[in-house]
């Protein structure tokens, strides 16, 4: 059995509807329930509460961990007690260049890493599901605001993440590996805005805000100093965060999914 944290997320929902579709036995955990596949079984559980995870771990053989609460430790001592053998973290790839900012996913990893689990950690770029910010201001305004307009980074589609996650949970060879995860080109928020109007048939009018505007929207749900490394990452990224990664096309033997492609798929969110 594969537990699958983060169930009804962005990455998590597709990776159940994934190994589901591939004939694996699946335990979603969330916060709350959402709409699952046939015969998923889903706990209702908090990260921050490592023992609300326990009904979901006993007796699983593989977790989907992400980075989330304050004590991977006692999340990973419970899932070594209940059988896992196996986990894959889904960190950041501020951990690996930017680690003294994104302290929380490092965190993480290092705790993986000191389990006697079968360990493998996925860095995962921006999602290209950030996207969906401007889905109010596009569907009523066919406007789209950010900031650091034509800096571009090679986001990635969340599906691609989720199958990248499914090959690592039911495969062999990635014990001990970490991966960053990227799209197959740099785009700016520019060019992600006019990929939403190209897939609406309709223009979308990018709109570009100071990084004083952006800070201030974004502390409203992310902690200062993550914020601080977002804008570091957004409007002066370091060549490494600039960089496509190979690995999605690895261990999936096909390019990633472009973010033109993620907006044509998205679109209805967007109308």
Not at 17 to 33: D, M, Y
Not at 57 to 63: E, K, R, T, V
Not at 151 to 158: I, K, Q, Y
């Amino acid at each position: 059995m594969i537990v699958v944290t983060g169930a009804t997320g962005n990455v998590g929902q597709e990776l159940v509807r994934i190994l589901t579709g591939a004939g694996e036995q699946v335990t979603a955990v969330s916060r709350r329930p959402a709409p699952l596949p046939d015969g998923v079984r889903h706990v209702a559980a908090d990260l921050a509460d490592p023992q609300s995870l326990r009904p979901a771990l006993d007796g699983a053989d593989a977790l989907f961990l992400l980075v989330a609460g304050e004590d991977p430790q006692g999340i990973l001592d419970l899932a070594a007690a209940g059988g896992v053998r196996r986990v894959v973290l889904l960190s950041s790839q501020g951990a690996g260049t930017r680690p003294e900012v994104y302290r929380h996913p490092v965190a993480f990893e290092e705790a993986v890493r000191r389990s006697a689990l079968d360990w493998t950690v996925l860095r995962s770029g921006g999602l290209n599901s950030n996207a969906f910010a401007w889905a109010g201001s596009i569907r009523e305004r066919r406007t789209a605001a950010a900031p650091f307009g034509d800096v571009a980074l090679p986001t990635v589609d969340p599906a691609d993440v989720a199958e990248v996650a499914a090959a690592v949970l039911r495969g062999s060879g990635h014990t001990g590996r970490t991966y960053d995860l990227t799209g197959p080109a740099a785009v700016s928020p520019r060019q992600r805005a006019e990929a939403i109007g190209e897939a609406l048939g309709s223009p979308v009018r990018f709109v570009e805000q100071t990084r004083a505007e952006a800070r201030a929207q974004m502390l409203a749900f992310m902690p200062e100093p993550v914020v601080e490394g977002t804008l570091a990452i957004l409007g002066r990224p370091l060549p490494a965060e600039q960089e496509v990664s190979p690995a999605v096309e690895r261990i999936l033997g096909r390019a990633p999914r472009t973010f033109a492609a993620w907006a044509a798929r998205t679109a209805p969110a967007f109308r």
